[in-house]
């Protein structure tokens, strides 16, 4: 017999974007499944590198601590020929995107995908299965039944739950079920990544090379850890480009062979796809189920957690009763054009510093040395990174369901660090927890500071009064002290008073005044006070019976 209980969320794949989704899951409280193909955790190093909403992102779920992922903050990285003659450099050290993370770190994919796991333990409603895959599914009005498959025994298995998400990874199989395709380019170009480790962390460099004959990335990591992509040139057959003699010339070109200990060298094509749709139903595809992107600006990872944090929220919110399914229509209406600029810049980047002719190369670093030395303009782009799209929401849940100009709706809000009353200094997010917050300027009249406060009743969150540093001594409950004065310059910028944040850190939206009831009015089709919760609707366990 099937098993009368039901879980809120199946979570199909146990890799970064899965074991993120699931504990974002297990923080908002909802009892998760989670089901990994593999009878064993893996560890290949495969993605490496993740940008500051990454981290910020890690941050937000409570990967703090003893929970923390060994990251190596990339200070900078040179963009070189051939001959490792420096073309130019992104000096991400300087880089402050105001996010309170590193523009850039690295990261050992097995440590992190342990800490992920580590964290699932946290919540006794989450609960992790090794060896499952799920063979089929069926919705109804009220939930899918999943067959699903223990790949140690044969048995089948049935589980009912209310929401389904793919994290399965570029061959996923919920996307299969879905019926969805891919649409895009693949590359039939092979590519060898390389990893392994030193006794030290020396030499510490990061090279973006820009050689024609051997286009390609070289970095340190983390845990002494050395990371490689290069281009696999046409006459170079399969079988020789990872035996120890390939292997070894590649290293040679960066760091003494003899002082690596190689743990994987393996060839690889890549995709630019984007599945055709990302949801059916009760069912959600995240991360490379959904898109797949070439490995230049080191987003595919990124975007995949991105994604987790924009749906988990959204689901919270159904499942509290605070929100209709409309809600869940914003998951691929703000993700999906993300993703589409992502790819096109990732697409642009590589063409342009990854060119195979020896003509365009010679004039493309011929260009990129004189611009970066004589062109202020032309530094900054480089020296700031600034070919990665900013981080915005152009349409969806949010002020006006499109963003207009320079408006504020849309945009990821800042993380400054915030005195708090008998807490001393700590980063802003900390603070707000992940739940819709508005924040105030100190001296807002008291007709907005109360419609601020029915605003986070209603929305079930928080509301925080902004106190300059100068006013640090009338700071108490429910108030910060602006120590930074980032976000007094955040409220002048958006010539703003109030601002509304979402639980991801995107702005919903920002007034003045009393167009503070124009938000609340907005917003109250969307979110309103949750249902009462039923106790006996949130057993601690998942139950799996077999259907046979």
């Known amino acids: 017999m099937m098993s009368s209980e039901i879980v809120d969320a199946v979570v199909v794949g146990c890799g970064p974007v899965g074991g993120m989704a699931a504990n974002f899951l297990g923080l908002y409280g909802l009892r998760t499944l989670v089901l990994e193909r593999e009878l064993h955790e893996h560890h290949q190093p495969r993605a490496f590198s993740c940008d500051d909403e990454t981290q910020r992102n890690f941050q937000a779920a409570g990967l703090v601590g003893e929970l923390a992922v060994a990251l190596w903050p990339c200070q900078s990285m040179d963009y070189v020929d051939g001959k490792k003659q420096v073309l130019g450099t992104a000096a991400f050290k300087d880089v402050n995107l105001g996010t309170g993370h590193p523009a850039l770190s690295f990261f050992h994919q097995p440590q992190l995908e342990s800490v992920l796991r580590q964290g699932l333990r946290r919540f006794p409603h989450v609960e992790l299965k090794m060896g499952h895959e799920v063979v089929s599914y069926l919705q109804d009005a009220e939930g899918l039944t999943l067959q699903v498959k223990d790949r140690r025994t044969g048995r089948s298995l049935s589980v009912r739950t209310r929401y389904l998400l793919g994290c399965d990874g570029g061959h996923s199989s919920v996307r299969q079920l879905m019926g969805v395709e891919m649409e895009g380019i693949s590359y039939g170009e092979p590519w060898i990544t390389l990893a392994g480790t030193t ?64 743990t994987r060298a393996a060839v690889f094509t890549f995709h630019s796809k984007v599945a055709a749709r990302w949801r059916d139903g009760r069912v959600f595809l995240l991360g490379d189920a959904a898109h797949l992107m070439p490995p230049f600006m ?108 320079s408006a504020a709706e849309g945009t990821y809000f800042p993380q400054p660090r915030v005195a ?48 300059p540093a100068g006013r640090a001594s009338e700071a108490g409950p429910g108030a910060v002290v602006d120590v930074e004065g980032k976000l007094s310059a955040w409220f002048t910028q958006y010539q703003a008073d109030t601002v509304l944040l979402r639980p991801d850190r995107y702005v919903y939206g920002a007034s003045r005044g009393a167009a503070i009831e124009k938000l609340r009015e907005q917003i109250r089709p969307f979110i309103h006070p949750p249902k009462p919760e039923r106790a006996e609707e949130t057993p601690a366990r998942v139950s799996l019976s077999s259907s046979a």
């Open 420 to 467: 708090v009353a008998d807490r001393g200094t700590l980063p802003l997010d900390d603070v707000l927890g992940n739940r819709f917050v508005a924040l105030c300027a100190a001296d807002v009249s008291e007709p907005v500071r109360q419609s601020a406060e029915a605003l986070a009743r209603e929305l079930g969150g928080g509301v925080l009064r902004v106190l």
């Open 199 to 262: 006794p030290t962390p020396e030499p510490d460099f990061s090279y973006y090379v820009c050689d024609p004959e051997r286009p390609g990335f070289a970095t340190r990591g983390p845990l002494n850890e050395l990371r490689m992509d290069f281009l696999v040139q046409e006459h170079e057959r399969s079988d020789v480009v990872d035996t120890k003699e390939f292997v070894d010339q590649l290293l040679s070109r960066f760091i003494d062979p003899a002082k690596v200990k190689v």
């Open 298 to 405: 080191g987003q595919g990872l990124c975007s995949g957690v991105r994604d987790a944090a924009n749906l988990t929220w959204k689901l919270a919110q159904v499942r509290r009763g605070a929100a209709g399914e409309e809600l869940l229509d914003t998951y691929e209406r703000e993700r999906q054009p993300h993703v589409v600029s992502m790819i096109k810049a990732t697409l642009m980047m590589g063409r342009v510093f990854l060119s195979r002719s020896k003509l365009v190369a010679a004039v493309r670093n011929a260009l990129l040395r004189f611009s970066y030395r004589h062109l202020a303009g032309a530094r900054s782009f480089i020296r700031e990174f600034k070919a990665k799209p900013k981080l915005l929401i152009s349409q969806g849940f949010i002020s006006n369901g499109r963003r207009k100009g």
